[in-house]
Each structure stands twice: as C-alpha cells, then as structure tokens.
C-alpha cells in the first residue's frame, strides 16, 4: 500500500469521524458542545471542530493526488479509494447540511444526481478503452463547493460580522449547483459519441 493510498485511507476515516461528529446524539450520554456568539451570530463549536476536520480531509485530497502522480504511483486500487473517499466526504455532510437545514435540499439531491450520471458515463467510455478526462466547468464546480462548505461550517464568518446580509456561503453553493448542471451536460455532449457507440 503506497503513500497516496494511505491517505486515501486516512481521508475516508476521518469522513466517517465528520459524519459520527455531526450526526450523534452526544447531549444523550451526557455531552455538549458550547456554542459562541460573535456579533450576533451563534457559532456551534461542533461545526467548527467538523470543519477544521473536512478541511485536513479536503487537502489530504489534494495532496495524495499530487503524490501519485508525482512519484508515478497512481493504481486502480487507488482510483477507486479516492473516488468512494470523495463521495463519503462530500455528499454526506451535503445530506446532513440540508437535513440541519443550512442548505435547501435541492443542492444535494443536484450534486449528488450528477456525479451519478457522470461517474456512469466514465464507466461506459472505460469499457470502450476510453478515457474520460476533467474538464474545467467541473473542478469550478468542486472549487466552489469546497469553499462554500466551509464557510457554511463557520456559520458565514467573517462575511456575516461585515453586516451586510451577504449570504457568501451559499451564493457559492448554489453556485457549484449551477456548475454542476453544467459540467454534467459537458461531459454528456464531449462523450455522447462513445456513449451510444456500438463499439466494445
């Protein structure tokens, strides 16, 4: 088991960690979490200690891919890890964001539709000896997710202490919800000739 591998690993635990932290009933066996509030918003220190976690998670992402390729050390076996990481880190705290209320559930149900559709069309272009390659209107679309995520985990700081109202956390949410259409019709129109090919 390579580096990459290894923090692909380490990426999915700490995705079941995030998910354990935000879904447990801690108040039933006694425990809590303080909440702050600074300038008139009420910070969950629950949140904050999820976020700072999916920010380590998020760029050990980064960083195993840099490695493999780096040092040559992709492998299928890893490919396969960081995708199911990618989709345990991500789609589950979307779920629990909207379950909590803090997304509209449209968000999710969108994210989540497309990397089905897209993660199905890589497959049939595999099967046919094709690769399908990122395209730029979907690592927007990750770039804005990400951010918009974790700022949602620190409650909108430090845009909501300007005062304005501006909601930045989910204008870049529903603005990765944008991209994401997008890119999911994108990736269908650059790849619709293998898709209904009759080639094996």
Known sequence: MNLPTKLTIVR???AIMIIILMLFPFYEVGLTFPEYIISGVAIS?????????FMIASFTDFLD???ARRDNLVTD??????AIADKILVNSVLIIFAADQRINAIVPVIIILRDIVVNAIK?????KGKVVAAIKSGKIKTASLMIGMVLIFASNLPFELI????RVDLFFM???TIMSLISLYEYFNLNKKIIFSNEK
């Open 174 to 176: 529903y603005f990765a």
């Open 65 to 67: 891919g840099y490695i």
């Open 45 to 53: 220190s629950k949140y904050i200690i999820a976020g700072i976690l």
């Open 123 to 127: 497959m049939e272009a595999a099967s």
């Open 77 to 82: 076996t890893g490919k396969m890890l960081d």
């Open 163 to 166: 005062g304005s109202g501006i």
């Open 12 to 14: 999915i635990i700490m």
